[in-house]
Each structure stands twice: as structure tokens, then as C-alpha cells.
């Protein structure tokens, strides 16, 4: 089997929640629309801001482990921790990301709940298995191939604010057509 190159972990619950808001803000934005006494472009509105909220929170929000480092998105902010600043996974009120100057980065696809307090956090400690093995395994991949293992330069952690817009230009281009439609056929 060949190696990865990179690892991608997404929480399944939030996608699922994040599912529900879409649908709920497209059915909101819809009535909203359909409206004859409301402004039309109110229920677009409503539907392409809850659908790209829902992307953020259950698609963009992930861990990436990769040959470089680990990567932690929370829907606008983007953290990258390299390797060599890199020091465990630890489970403390959901998953963190703790760097050898002490400093954590918590992950809002894996965040704490009330229910992983009261089951000791097992599936969030299953998950931080598995990404101890999918680390030790992109660490013997970059051993065996001869190539050292790529880090950066000291101190390179630095969070940034990162915003997707194809999933806006996704959402806006069929309700643009929709509501041309509307118009023409109104």
C-alpha cells in the first residue's frame, strides 16, 4: 500500500450538524424568498450565509498532518505548527495541538463537549491515536525515502486568517440563476 502524503481528520458529527444548518438556512432563505410581501434578495442572503457557515464548520474546519507539519483550521483561522515545534496531542476539553513552547492550539471540528466530559473523551482519544500513528508514519515514509524530514524555519508558527471563496461563488452562481428565473417568470 503506498504511503500518504497527507492526512485529513474531520469531525463527522460537526459535518452532520453543519448539514442541518445548511438545510435549515436554505429552507428559511426559500420561504424568505418566496415571500410576495418580502424582499427576495433577503432569502439568498440567508440561505448563502448559512450554507458557507456550514461549509467552514464541517468542511474547512480539520487537522492536516502532512511531511511539513500539522495544520489546525477553525473556520477563518489557519494555524500551522511545524515539526520541530510540534510536542503532543492532547486531550484536554477536546483535541489540542500543544507546541514544545507550551503554547496549544485547540481544533473547533474537535472542541470539547458535554457528553465527551462525562465519557472521559474516549473517541477524541481513538482520533489522537490515530493521528500519533498517521505522524509516526509520515516520519518512517520520509526515513525510508532517503529524504529528510522537511522543517521549517524555528518559530514559524504564526495563526492566519484564511477565507475559502469558492464555496461562496458555489452558492451564489445557482441562486443568481434561480432568482433570474424568478424574475423572468414572476
Known sequence: MPERSEYVYRNRLTQGLASGL???CAGIGLAIALDPAGPPYLGGLVAVMGGYLGWLAGWQSS???NADGVTVSNMFLVGFVPW???SEFRVRNGLKVVMTDGRA???FAFGGS???QFSGFRRMRRIVDQMEADRQSLAAGAVSSGQPVRTRER???R??????????VAL???LEIVGLLTAIFR
Open 22 to 24: 445548511m438545510a435549515l
Open 63 to 65: 487537522v492536516r498532518l
Open 84 to 86: 520541530d515545534l510540534f
Open 105 to 107: 492550539i485547540g481544533s
Open 114 to 116: 458535554l457528553a465527551g
Open 155 to 157: 518559530h514559524s508558527y
Open 159 to 168: 495563526p492566519r486568517v484564511h477565507f475559502d471563496l469558492w464555496p461562496l
Open 172 to 174: 451564489v452562481v445557482p
